[in-house]
């Protein structure tokens, strides 16, 4: 199969003070979270000048693909904020492009991290009509690369601390019932909870650690309806009451320091830790790390030069689908909830 472009496809972030309200907006629609915890995370927001660190992380991974001397020209579009993916691929097709592959860029299963990006597809060639053909690249959690630039993260991160520490890893939560609902329903569920459990033993294990623990973090929703617990906050607090002096965070949820890892963590959990007294560092997100952009590149020639499909774990890495296609019928399902408008 030969492919004319890559899309890189992302979450987006704002830019600037005005555009946090209606970027929030865009994010939330349809999805019952109380306005309440609108106006917490707009403040977070705005405390970095309402300027999202994602776009420009994501710019600077796009051209750390570009200096490896990748073969395919790359569009850069996300789901909530400018470049919005219809008008990216408006413009792909403008440009004559007819078959592109798409690097969502989530590691893992789920609803919000593999599913949603088939629907933005769905939705950017329904305002696109005769638009190219969108092949997504696959779920990439136990990529030996992706592991070893996490591993790498957390080496640098104990050796800022003087002390022993806790190993800990975060990811974003979600409805219980949305990690319930996540891959396909002959495989029992749980796959976004699954892959997360499974890439922290993968880099446990390359690191040598076996005392670890998998926690949770940036709960949003109502309050009555269960989330992934524990809290990364609560956890620490755990642990300090448990005589823990030192703590390692690793957002193996995440591949950029986007605003949940720099508020959440190293606003948040930090501030946290170090007013119990405890050591605290946080290990690195692969973005920067050149092995991220070896990582895609490898996706990519999956497809484009047949090249070895390289994972650490027997589990499914899927996500690999066409023109936003779901995995399996009922895979990762949305919850019933209104539509987006
Ligand atoms: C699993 C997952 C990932 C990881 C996979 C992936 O990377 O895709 C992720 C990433 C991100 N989440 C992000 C931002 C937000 N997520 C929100 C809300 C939510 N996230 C959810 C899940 C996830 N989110 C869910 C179930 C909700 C509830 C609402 C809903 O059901 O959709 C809200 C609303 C406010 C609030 O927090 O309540 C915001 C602003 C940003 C950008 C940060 C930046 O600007 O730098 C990124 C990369
Ligand atoms: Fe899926």
């Known amino acids: 199969m030969s492919f004319d472009a890559l899309l890189w496809l ?16 865009n994010v939330v629609r349809g999805r019952g979270v109380p306005p309440e915890r609108l106006d917490e995370v707009e403040a977070h927001y705005q405390h970095f000048g309402g300027v999202s660190p994602i776009n420009r992380l994501n710019l600077e991974a796009i051209e750390a693909v570009r200096a490896r001397g990748f073969e395919l020209p790359i569009y850069f579009g996300n789901r909530n904020w400018h470049p919005m993916a219809e008008d990216v691929v408006a413009q792909m097709k403008a440009d004559g ?30 305002a696109v009509p005769d638009g190219p053909e969108l092949v997504k690249l696959r779920q990439f959690f136990d990529h030996p690369l992706f592991i070893s630039a996490f591993a790498d ?14 190993l800990v890893f975060t990811a974003h939560s979600v409805p219980v019932s949305a990690d319930k609902a996540a891959g396909p329903p002959a495989e029992g569920g749980y796959r976004y909870s699954r892959q997360v459990v499974e890439a922290s033993r993968l880099v446990a294990a390359e690191l040598g650690v076996t005392e670890y623990d998998v926690v949770w973090q940036s709960r949003s929703g109502p309050p009555q309806i269960p989330w992934l617990e524990p809290d990364v906050v ?45 050591e605290f560092a946080r290990a690195a997100t692969p973005n920067g790390d050149p092995r991220f952009a070896e990582l895609v590149t490898e996706l990519v020639a999956e497809h ?9 774990s027997s589990f499914t890495s899927a996500g690999c689908t066409v023109n936003g296609a779901p995995c399996a019928p009922l895979c990762c399902e949305p919850a019933k909830r209104p539509a987006r408008a």
């Open 97 to 126: 492009v007819q078959r592109a592959l798409v690097f969502p860029t989530s590691a893992y299963g789920g609803y919000s991290a593999c599913r949603q990006y088939d629907e933005d597809i769905v939705r950017a060639l329904q």
């Open 304 to 312: 484009t030069s047949g090249a070895p499909v390289r994972k650490l």
């Open 10 to 25: 992302s979450f987006g972030g704002p830019e600037g003070p005005e555009d946090v309200r209606p970027f929030l907006e």
């Open 153 to 166: 993260g957390v080496r640098a991160a104990a050796a800022s601390l003087s002390g022993p520490y806790r």
């Open 234 to 278: 609560d956890h620490i607090e755990a642990l300090h009451a448990k005589g823990v002096t030192g703590v390692v965070v690793c957002p193996i949820g995440f591949v950029s320091d986007h605003l949940e890892v720099v508020w959440d963590l190293d606003t948040e959990a930090r501030d946290r830790a170090l007013e119990l007294g405890m």
